[in-house]
């Protein structure tokens, strides 16, 4: 089943999703303007949801669409469940 990415912050581009005890964030960074700053793209992170431990950038970010951070989302959980 694919995370369901829904907007986080209002006024930002940062949209979340969270399955099988996971959390992923997709943020929109540029090298300048309101947001975050760092190369032109879309960043993809998780962390387990019930741990209290910093967010793990997903290789390969930044992704040039969100749909491609989606989809790199979507492998990473695949990978960590199969994992259990």
């Known amino acids: 089943m694919s995370l369901q990415f829904h ?25 300048t303007g309101p947001g975050f700053h760092g190369s032109v793209g879309f960043v993809a992170s998780w962390r387990p949801l019930y741990q209290s431990m910093g967010a ?4 390969g970010s930044p992704f040039k669409t ?17 994992q259990d």
Do not use: H, Q
């Open 7 to 31: 907007p986080a912050v209002e006024n930002m581009k940062i949209w979340s999703a969270s399955g099988d005890g996971y959390s992923f964030v997709i943020s929109f960074e540029s090298p």
């Open 66 to 82: 969100f749909a491609e951070a989606e989809d790199a989302c979507d492998t990473m959980l695949k990978y960590l469940t199969s």
């Open 56 to 59: 793990i950038r997903i290789g």
